[in-house]
């Protein structure tokens, strides 16, 4: 009985409802390449650390390495948009998590969405 006390006291992570598949899928459907970079044809990666806090909204959103701005700016829109669910927390703290996300950038993905 013990193992299930202490269970209920540890600080779970936030998910996102229906799991990294899903989250995946929103942000697919949400993402829009920028014209400009697409026209000069810039592609790649866009690191970005963002916080959710004890509510389950994204409320800090920080490049940490990025493409030009249009693309980081668009990377920071969607996640922005993202909405986590915040199993409960023992002695109601208010708790900030820190999570790490990618987000990519191809040009022929966006030619075939298009």
Known sequence: ????????????????????????????????????????????????????????????VKVIGGLDNSCNEEAIRVIKLLHFIVPKIPRYLKVTFHKNITIHFRIHAAKQTS
């Open 1 to 60: 009985m013990k193992k299930s006390k202490s269970a209920e006291k540890l600080i779970k992570q936030p998910y996102y409802d229906g799991g990294d598949k899903a989250m995946k899928e929103f942000i697919s459907s949400q993402l829009r390449y920028p014209e400009v970079s697409r026209d000069n044809g810039i592609e790649g990666d866009v690191h970005l650390k963002y916080d959710i806090d004890f509510k389950g909204l994204v409320t800090d």
